[in-house]
T-cell receptor
């Protein structure tokens, strides 16, 4: 099994530009999560999908952020009009949810965003 | 509200020493799950263990062991005979299992193992 993959691994952009990140989950995993991690902190939850449906969004996910998982496989996270405060590592995780509560999330390598 | 506290920001040990990483959690839910993840310098979070709230048995996996105590809301992680490859940031995380499947992470403990 290949693990969770994310693309790109690094992104440098200028303030005000739009950026899009992609996450490919472990094959057959039905859940996909996005987290954000800033320096010296633990990851913070942004949103998650079960198949195509976006089931939960954190209040951290401002209206400049949008996430999609159109076919229940890969997902994209777009940030519009980037701000310097958006600089962080964006982590994707996936899991195979079968039984309520037994949900181990496996993480990808992350996309490091730097907004100049 | 859920909260995970990892009071140790950084720990340095000499190779072959034992080290314990502390984790204290807060939740109002009676059913919950606790996790430990390792984040090496490469950045990818690596899953180490999952524990549910009904199972207080301690677990050992090679040089790793975990001590779960509901009475003190703690889920501590011990590495025996540490090695340089253990150098990483370790995160403790909590999932309430009450309809929200997000993980709440602590701030992590950076472990440096000196040869």
């Amino acid at each position: 099994d290949t693990g969770v993959s994310q693309d790109p691994r690094h992104k440098i952009t200028k303030r005000g530009q739009n950026v899009t990140f992609r996450c490919d989950p472990i094959s057959e995993h039905n859940r996909l999560y996005w987290y954000r991690q800033t320096l010296g902190q633990g990851p913070e939850f942004l949103t998650y999908f079960q198949n195509e449906a976006q089931l939960e969004k954190s209040r951290l996910l401002s209206d400049r952020f949008s996430a999609e998982r159109p076919k229940g496989s890969f997902s994209t996270l777009e940030i519009q009009r980037t701000e310097q405060g958006d600089s962080a590592m964006y982590l994707c995780a996936s899991s195979l949810w079968r039984v309520k509560g037994l949900d181990t999330q496996y993480f990808g390598p992350g996309t490091r965003l730097t907004v100049l | 509200a859920q909260k995970v506290t990892q009071a140790q920001t950084e720990i340095s040990v000499v190779e072959k020493e034992d080290v314990t990483l502390d984790c204290v959690y807060e939740t109002r839910d009676t059913t919950y799950y606790l996790f430990w993840y390792k984040q090496p310098p490469s950045g990818e979070l690596v899953f180490l263990i999952r524990r549910n709230s009904f199972d207080e048995q301690n677990e050992i996996s090679g040089r790793y062991s975990w001590n779960f105590q509901k009475s003190t809301s703690s889920f501590n992680f011990t590495i025996t005979a540490s090695q340089v490859v253990d150098s990483a940031v370790y995160f403790c995380a909590l999932n309430s299992g009450a309809g929200s499947y997000q993980l709440t992470f602590g701030k992590g403990t950076k472990l440096s193992v000196i040869p």
